[in-house]
Every structure is written in C-alpha cells, then in structure tokens.
C-alpha cells in the first residue's frame, strides 16, 4: 500500500509519495492552491487513484514549544476534508523544522534560489513522509539486499 505525504501551505501543497513497500518517500507534485486548500482535493483525489493510495499523511505545523496555532487548526480541517472526501485514513505528522530542512538541503545540492522555490514544498513533503515511515519500525535494507538488524535472508 502507497502512503502519501502532503505539505500543507498557504499558496502550494508538496505531494510525497512512498514507495509500494512503504521504505522510501520520493517528491510527487505541487498543487498550486487556488482559493480555499480544500478546493485542491480533486487533484489529491486523481493522485490517489492515480498511484492505488491508501492512506494520507499530513504535515502538522506545531510551535517549538509543541503548542497549535492557527495553521494547525488549518491543517486538522484540511485532513477531516480529505478524509471525508476520498474516505482513507488521513493522519496529522509534526512537521517541525521540515521547510527549513528542505531549503538546507536544496541549498546543499547547489540549487538555485528560483529552482528551490519550485521544489521545496514537494521536499518538505518528502520530509514529512520519510520521517511517517520511519517510525513505523519497517526494516530497512542495505545496499546489496542485506536486512540490518533482522535476520539473514537466504
């Protein structure tokens, strides 16, 4: 099953989608955000049929003290739309830190400043995502097939 990753803001939303495993996180898309975010659930809704998704991870912006603002309560009615709308589990992920590590990253890469501007809601998208899949304690592999930690594998 194929997780996808949003980034949510106030002019685009960064897709993020895993692979089938659930492994790995790879940029999908930017939706440009035209009116109200929720009238960007019809191109989410073609991604998800698109690529067989079935579940929706959603950035959750929280201040360094933990605590929700405006842009949460944002969020939180953006992931109960879609929830409601294309009838998937949708869950809320802190997202803390993502744009600023994203724009390190893209910075790092040697990306230009209007070529950053281009990716870095789909980086931080990605971001977000990984960081979903990480945590629900799936193997990773090692180059060459090996399981780390797990056991060998004929």
């Known amino acids: 099953m194929r ?5 949510l803001g106030d002019k685009k939303i960064g897709v ?4 089938p495993m659930g492994w790995t996180a790879q940029g999908l898309d930017v939706i440009a955000v035209k009116g109200p975010p929720e009238a960007s ?6 991604l998800v049929r698109q690529y067989g998704v079935g579940k929706i991870v959603v950035g959750l912006p929280r ?3 933990g605590s929700f603002g405006p842009r949460a ?3 939180r009615a953006f992931a109960g739309c879609l929830a409601g ?6 869950e809320l992920w802190d997202e803390r830190m993502t744009t600023l590590e994203a724009e390190k990253l893209l910075i790092e890469a040697d990306l230009s400043r209007a070529r950053r501007r281009q990716v870095i809601d789909k980086m ?3 971001l977000i995502l990984q960081s979903f899949l990480d945590s629900q304690g799936r193997p990773r592999r090692e180059a060459g097939g090996k399981n ?7």
């Not at 709308?85 to 949708?90: F, K, R």
């Open 85 to 90: 709308a294309l009838n998937l589990p949708v």
């Open 3 to 7: 997780i996808m990753g949003l980034d």
């Open 73 to 75: 309560e944002r969020a």
């Open 148 to 154: 780390p930690g797990g056991p060998e594998e004929p």
């Open 41 to 46: 659930v019809e191109r989410i809704s073609e």
């Open 63 to 65: 201040n360094m003290n």
């Open 16 to 19: 993020a989608l895993s692979d």
């Open 124 to 126: 931080a998208a990605v």
